[in-house]
């Protein structure tokens, strides 16, 4: 092979991966406009999550379903139908006017989203130090912690004195004598 073919070959694969990005591109202003309204390519909101379709179902029947998913139900098919009744028999609008190119450019971003998705599946950032909700003894607290101790105290023996007031009020009426 000479230079000037090793030259072409090289032009072909850059343009090919440049095709197939501005396919990532136009599949992401395709999904914005038309899926993103029922779908996410990581969570279920009214339709399913779409990471993954690629490996859940073949790239024709995807682009038959996104162009009529209610003709595939009404034909009976199995996983249409098994999609149609786990979210509620909610109807997904037909596309039609989409060409299989453009459908295939919106798998391309769901690809492409799903890869660049962080790994964590933690729904939540983790935090990067706990600190706990109390303060242990310190000359700070020392006086908050010695009104609350004598607030204690003063309450226990308001209590006690409360539960004995019976016997005190009974002895001293016996102190008195019967007085008939």
């Known amino acids: 092979m000479n230079v000037k073919g090793i030259f072409v ?57 996104v162009k009529s998913s209610q003709s595939m139900i009404k ?35 769901i690809k492409a989203e799903a890869a660049a998705a962080p790994k964590d599946d933690a729904p939540f950032a983790r935090p990067g130090k706990l600190t706990p909700n109390l ?3 310190s000359i700070y607290n020392f006086p908050f912690m010695l009104a609350y101790l004598l607030l204690i105290i003063v309450i226990v023996l308001l209590l006690v004195f409360l539960v004995n007031i019976k016997s005190i009020e009974k002895k001293m009426h016996e102190g008195n004598g019967p007085e008939s």
């Not at 599949?27 to 690629?54: E, I, M, W, Y």
């Not at 149609?84 to 391309?108: C, G, K, T």
């Open 75 to 109: 034909t009976g098919d199995a996983a249409a139908l098994a999609i149609f009744n786990e979210y509620n028999q909610v109807v997904m609008p037909d596309h039609p006017d989409l060409n299989d190119e453009q459908v295939r450019s919106i798998i391309a971003f």
């Open 9 to 65: 070959l090289i032009v072909l694969a850059s343009l090919h991966v440049r095709l197939l990005a501005a396919d990532a591109e136009e599949g992401k202003k395709l999904f914005q406009a038309r899926c993103a309204s029922c779908h996410n390519v990581h969570k279920k909101l009214t339709g399913p999550a779409l990471a993954g379709v690629d490996g859940r179902h073949p790239e024709d029947w995807i682009i038959r379903f």
């Open 135 to 137: 303060m242990p003894l």
